[in-house]
């Protein structure tokens, strides 16, 4: 039986001191119950700098900027997601059958994209998916088409895969083309399944 690949794990930021530790997940926590009150656009360092009882000196020193702030929330939250596809109940975490991982998989990155899609704008550049991230997406991609015995180009064949449900792509084709979520989540299960079950000619390898 094939072991997972160690996986990148995002941020990876060097070891705080736990007071430090506590109070950026108090800041975190803070812009997250603005956010869920108020929206994305609502959200200032000096709202944030409020609700979490601190001046708004503490908050420029932690974040340097909003950009910074909304970046820090998005490798907070994609951390907490990792850990769940790394640890977490089936068929997400380990324990299940490699198509039901691959399918939950897809979809949870499809809803984790959507649901922050606000988020990895108004982070700006600051935001830009990390390549730890990139590549913890690929690497698992990859894991799993090899568990299922998927011939061909597997770095290539996750791509094709990971490529539908990357945030750009689903706000294109949700906010602006009116593409049903249910149809896109049904053509993506399409998409696996055809790249799992019709490997490539031998010629074409």
Same mark, same amino acid.
């Given at each position: 039986? +094939?072991?997972?690949?160690?996986?990148?794990?995002?941020? #990876?930021?060097?070891? #705080?001191? +736990?007071?430090?530790?506590?109070?950026? !997940?108090?800041?975190?926590?803070?812009?997250?119950?603005?956010?869920? &009150?108020?929206?994305?656009? *609502? /959200?200032?360092?000096?709202?944030?700098?409020?609700?979490?009882?601190? *001046?708004?000196?503490? /908050?420029? %020193?932690?974040?340097? =900027?909003?950009?910074?702030?909304?970046?820090?929330?998005?490798?907070? =939250?994609?951390?907490?997601?990792?850990?769940? /596809?790394?640890?977490?109940?089936?068929?997400?975490?380990?324990? !299940?059958?490699?198509?039901?991982?691959?399918?939950?998989?897809?979809? =949870? %990155?499809?809803?984790?994209?959507?649901?922050?899609? #606000?988020?990895?704008?108004? !982070?700006?550049?600051?935001?830009?998916? =990390?390549?730890?991230?990139?590549?913890?997406?690929? $690497?698992?991609? %990859?894991?799993?088409? *090899?568990?299922?015995?998927?011939?061909?180009?597997?770095?290539?064949?996750? $791509?094709?895969?990971?490529?539908?449900?990357? +945030? +750009?792509?689903?706000? &294109?084709?949700?906010?602006?083309?009116?593409? *049903?979520?249910?149809?896109?989540?049904?053509?993506?299960?399409?998409?696996?399944?055809?790249?799992?079950?019709?490997?490539?000619?031998?010629?074409?390898?």
């Amino acid at each position: 039986m +094939s072991t997972h690949p160690l996986l990148p794990i995002i941020g #990876e930021p060097r070891p #705080e001191r +736990s007071d430090a530790a506590r109070n950026r !997940a108090a800041l975190l926590e803070a812009a997250t119950r603005l956010i869920e &009150q108020c929206g994305i656009q *609502g /959200v200032t360092m000096e709202a944030v700098a409020a609700e979490a009882g601190v *001046g708004k000196g503490t /908050v420029f %020193r932690r974040f340097h =900027s909003r950009e910074g702030l909304m970046a820090a929330l998005l490798d907070h =939250s994609e951390a907490d997601w990792q850990a769940q /596809v790394m640890g977490g109940p089936p068929p997400l975490g380990p324990g !299940a059958p490699p198509m039901e991982r691959l399918l939950a998989f897809g979809r =949870s %990155r499809m809803e984790i994209n959507l649901r922050h899609a #606000e988020l990895i704008q108004a !982070a700006g550049r600051a935001g830009a998916r =990390s390549y730890a991230a990139y590549s913890f997406v690929a $690497t698992h991609t %990859r894991y799993l088409l *090899g568990e299922l015995g998927v011939r061909g180009d597997i770095a290539l064949l996750a $791509t094709a895969l990971m490529a539908p449900i990357e +945030s +750009s792509i689903l706000e &294109q084709q949700v906010r602006i083309e009116r593409i *049903g979520i249910d149809r896109i989540r049904a053509g993506w299960a399409d998409l696996a399944r055809r790249i799992v079950e019709n490997p490539p000619d031998e010629g074409a390898r």
